[in-house]
Each structure stands twice: as C-alpha cells, then as structure tokens.
C-alpha cells in the first residue's frame, strides 16, 4: 500500500544550527501535510502545516517546504535549539478512504549543546 | 482551551479485566479520534467519530470498544486485552473530520500483563 516514510531516523545537530528534516510520501492525492512533534511520554504537537497548493509556509523559526513532482516534504528548523529535542512526524491525508491523517515513520532530532 | 485531556495517565491492567480510557475536549470540535502508538513507532488511528457517531473503524478486534456519550467525550473500552496490546493510546480531536489539524491529548500508557 502506499505510505508516508522518512529518509534519515536519527539527526543530531549542534545548539544554533539549523535543522532540516525530510519526508517522502507516495499517495498523489495527497493534499494536506502536517508536521508533528512528540517529546518522550507525551502526544504528538502540531507544528506546522501545508496544502498541496503551496509549496512553502513559514512560522516561527519553522518552514515547510513541499515539492508535488518528487513527493517530498521538509520542515527546517532555526537556530535550533535543546527545546527542539524531540520526534518529528510528517502526516498526511491521502493514504486512505476517508482521508485522515496517515503518519510517516518519524525522526529523532537530538540537540548537542 | 485547546486542550486534549486523557485519563488515566498510566494503566495496568490483567487480560481478564475491563477497564476503560477516556478523552475530554471542551474547544467545540466535532470530530474525535482514538490512536495506539506502540514505541519508536508513529501512531496508528484505531476508531473516527464525527458528531457522535462512529465513521471509521480500522479493522480494530472487538476487545477493544469505543463509545462517544457526547460531543466532548470520548471514551475506549477495553476487555479481555493480550499483551501486545500494550501501548500509547492517544485521543485527538479536530473541528470537524474534514479539516484535519488534529489536536492530541497526551496519551493512556496501557500496560497490559
């Protein structure tokens, strides 16, 4: 079946680098993306999110960039920073009939000080 | 308000007994998820209610039993589980099913023995 999947499972950047961390997805119907943060024993945080009638949306310190031709995702993070610390899922909503969220496999991001 | 709240945070539980979940959101939406998250994993949707009424089942065994008493309540019945249902089990809720920013309480970590 079609799915949302990650390239990279672990990133370790240094405090006041930049993050970016990607997502590929399959299902071309796919219209709406949505990143999420999930800090140790919590719920998932809603980050940022995208329709596929953009290909870039910025909020603070966070942009995601979408490219429709190769199905791919990206969330950029600035000056990142030990807060950030945490998975990042990527979720969309074309993988199945009634068009909620699939979640792609997630990344850890892991800040050095 | 914007949260999602889950109770209880923490459950142990035999595979004989009957336990329940529950979620509470008092922002208005229309729409209520239930998730099961096993670890180092992104969450899977188990059961979508829209006003009330359950539109999607994901194939979910019957040991597991969903129940909406009203538009701020969700709760997951839970009976004669196995250990492999052991897990995160997350509730989110959305204004309504088709806008799909979902917002996510923190999560029933189950433990079942």
């Known amino acids: 079946g079609e799915n949302v999947g990650l390239h990279l499972p672990t990133l370790s950047v240094q405090e006041g680098d930049n993050s970016i961390i990607n997502c590929a997805y399959s299902?071309?119907?796919?219209?709406?993306f949505i990143w999420y943060k999930q800090e140790s024993g919590k719920g998932p945080q809603f980050i940022i999110d995208?329709?596929?009638?953009?290909d870039k949306r910025q909020g603070q310190r966070v942009t995601v960039l979408l490219n429709k031709t190769v199905k791919h995702l990206s969330l950029q993070i600035a000056a990142t920073q030990p807060g950030d610390s945490a998975v990042y899922f990527c979720a969309e909503n074309g993988s199945n009939a009634g068009n909620m969220l699939t979640f792609g496999g997630g990344t850890r991001l892991m800040v050095k000080p | 308000d914007t949260e999602v709240t889950q109770t209880p945070k923490h459950l142990v539980m035999g595979m004989t007994n009957k336990k329940s979940l529950k979620c509470e959101q008092h922002?208005?939406?229309?729409?209520m998820y239930w998730y099961k998250q096993k670890a180092k994993k992104p969450p899977e949707l188990m059961f979508v209610?829209?006003?009330?009424?359950?539109?999607i089942n994901e194939s979910v065994p019957s040991r597991f039993s969903p129940e909406c008493p009203n538009s701020s309540l969700l709760n997951l019945h839970l009976h004669a589980l196995q250990p492999e249902d052991s897990a995160l089990y997350l509730c989110?809720?959305?204004?309504?099913?088709?806008?799909?920013?979902?917002?996510f309480g923190q999560g029933t970590r189950l433990t079942v023995v």
């Open positions: 995208i329709r596929s009638n953009m």
């Open positions: 989110a809720s959305s204004q309504d099913r088709d806008n799909t920013e979902a917002f």
């Open positions: 209610y829209s006003y009330e009424k359950l539109s």
């Open positions: 299902n071309s119907a796919s219209d709406y």
């Open positions: 922002m208005g939406h229309r729409a």
